[in-house]
């Protein structure tokens, strides 16, 4: 049986553990060797995930601190698996006894009873945002070996319910100052100030990740199945929330004409080919064309809420429910790091398949 908890072809990394169990973590394999590598390196990504840091964020107490059992020696990749554990620590099972024998609107309990004939409804299990954690300390690798490689990846909270930054307020600096992830210094203020009408309403809402991806070379990727475009819509798609992606223009390119749709072409002083516009979101044909990837993704409201709603229990009966315990009104500000560390594992992932492409690298691989 494929259990799917595994993605990538030659930089991989497989998830585990639930949300209530012990602990949850990750096994990355195919890093190559001699990447220096420190369970610091991990945290500073895991910090920024992890929950109860303001009131837009759940409040389970959780450190969230990485322990590297493995695949490190003297403070570099031994270029064997890597496997990385976090403990859950605040789990308050007892949240979710009620809602044992019922289906919760919008989450995945009926879909896993379909599936296994039984499920962990203890905050969800493998369904449960927390798995995220595995796939941040894994994407925590490929960005430290994408630095290495001039590959730099950050990501931001776009939109919240209808809150939309504008390009021209971008702040990068921002992003990393802001409980809401959001590089626009006005957005903030309207989005915080719709997220406290949410709670009040004890409803929840949606929003929209952005991330750029810059320094991939021309040419990476595959024309066929494997494109970056398709890999990458894998990755930021199997995030459990995710219910839209996009590149480039996305949905707005089937309203544009192709004269205004396509990116021309030029050689600039120094004789380099450029785009003069970027429509394409840095990929032509399934390929990375040098100029930086752009992509989007769509996330839904959080389905856990304190409204009343009608949903269906296992003996049959339709029934009224409110759900308890501690949720987050809005998912997007904790997984814009959730977004970079997919997109990571993926480019890192396609640049070494992409080695393979061309005797010349081969052979100035083997025979320098």
Same mark, same amino acid.
């Given at each position: 049986?494929?259990?799917?908890?595994?993605?990538?072809?030659?930089?991989?990394?497989?998830?585990?553990?639930?949300?209530?169990?012990?602990?949850?973590?990750?096994?990355?394999?195919?890093?190559?060797?001699?990447?220096?590598?420190?369970?610091?390196?991990?945290?500073?990504?895991?910090? !920024?995930?992890?929950?109860?840091?303001?009131?837009?964020?759940?409040?389970?107490?959780?450190?969230?601190?990485?322990?590297?059992?493995?695949?490190?020696?003297?403070?570099?990749?031994?270029?064997?698996?890597?496997?990385?554990?976090?403990?859950?620590?605040?789990?308050?099972?007892?949240?979710?006894?009620?809602?044992?024998?019922?289906? !919760?609107?919008?989450?995945?309990?009926?879909?896993?009873?379909?599936?296994?004939?039984?499920?962990?409804?203890?905050?969800?299990?493998?369904?449960?945002?927390?798995?995220?954690?595995?796939?941040?300390?894994?994407?925590?690798?490929?960005?430290?070996?994408?630095?290495?490689?001039?590959?730099?990846?950050?990501?931001?909270?776009?939109?919240?319910?209808?809150?939309?930054?504008?390009?021209?307020?971008?702040?990068?600096?921002?992003?990393?100052?802001?409980?809401?992830?959001?590089?626009?210094?006005?957005?903030?203020?309207?989005?915080?100030?719709?997220?406290?009408?949410?709670?009040?309403?004890?409803?929840?809402?949606?929003?929209?990740?952005?991330?750029?991806?810059?320094?991939?070379?021309?040419?990476?990727?595959?024309?066929?199945?494997?494109?970056?475009?398709?890999?990458?819509?894998?990755?930021?798609?199997?995030?459990?929330?995710?219910?839209?992606?996009?590149?480039?223009?996305?949905?707005?390119?089937?309203?544009?004409?192709?004269?205004?749709?396509?990116?021309?072409?030029?050689?600039?002083?120094?004789?380099?080919?450029?785009?003069?516009?970027?429509?394409?979101?840095?990929?032509?044909?399934?390929?990375?064309?040098?100029?930086?990837?752009?992509?989007?993704?769509?996330?839904?409201?959080?389905?856990?809420?304190?409204?009343?709603?009608?949903?269906?229990?296992?003996?049959?009966?339709?029934?009224?429910?409110?759900?308890?315990?501690?949720?987050?009104?809005?998912?997007?500000?904790?997984?814009?790091?959730?977004?970079?560390?997919?997109?990571?594992?993926?480019?890192?992932?396609?640049?070494?398949?992409?080695?393979?492409?061309?005797?010349?690298?081969?052979?100035?691989?083997?025979?320098?």
């Amino acid at each position: 049986m494929a259990a799917g908890s595994t993605i990538g072809t030659l930089f991989k990394i497989t998830t585990w553990g639930e949300s209530h169990g012990k602990a949850v973590g990750v096994v990355v394999d195919g890093c190559p060797a001699g990447l220096a590598l420190s369970e610091e390196d991990i945290q500073v990504y895991l910090d !920024r995930r992890k929950p109860g840091q303001s009131k837009f964020t759940t409040q389970r107490k959780e450190s969230d601190q990485v322990e590297i059992l493995s695949g490190v020696f003297e403070g570099k990749t031994t270029g064997t698996p890597i496997s990385m554990l976090v403990y859950n620590k605040d789990q308050r099972s007892k949240d979710y006894s009620e809602i044992a024998s019922m289906y !919760r609107p919008g989450h995945a309990d009926y879909t896993f009873d379909a599936k296994f004939d039984f499920r962990d409804y203890r905050g969800g299990g493998r369904s449960s945002a927390r798995e995220t954690i595995a796939r941040v300390a894994g994407g925590a690798v490929a960005m430290k070996a994408l630095k290495e490689l001039g590959v730099d990846i950050f990501a931001y909270t776009k939109s919240i319910g209808s809150v939309q930054c504008k390009d021209e307020n971008f702040d990068r600096t921002f992003i990393g100052e802001n409980r809401l992830a959001m590089p626009d210094r006005d957005a903030v203020k309207e989005a915080e100030a719709y997220l406290e009408t949410m709670m009040e309403q004890k409803d929840s809402s949606g929003g929209i990740v952005e991330c750029q991806i810059h320094g991939i070379p021309a040419g990476v990727g595959e024309p066929v199945f494997d494109k970056l475009s398709a890999s990458l819509a894998k990755g930021i798609g199997s995030i459990g929330a995710v219910k839209g992606f996009e590149i480039g223009e996305g949905f707005l390119a089937a309203i544009r004409n192709g004269s205004t749709n396509n990116d021309q072409f030029y050689y600039d002083e120094e004789g380099k080919l450029q785009k003069a516009t970027n429509h394409a979101g840095g990929i032509l044909g399934g390929m990375s064309d040098g100029s930086p990837v752009v992509l989007r993704a769509a996330f839904k409201p959080t389905p856990s809420i304190a409204k009343m709603q009608k949903t269906v229990n296992q003996k049959g009966e339709n029934i009224e429910t409110s759900i308890k315990g501690r949720h987050d009104p809005i998912v997007v500000p904790r997984a814009v790091v959730v977004v970079e560390a997919m997109a990571a594992v993926t480019v890192l992932d396609m640049m070494l398949v992409s080695m393979t492409s061309r005797i010349d690298k081969v052979k100035a691989f083997f025979l320098s």
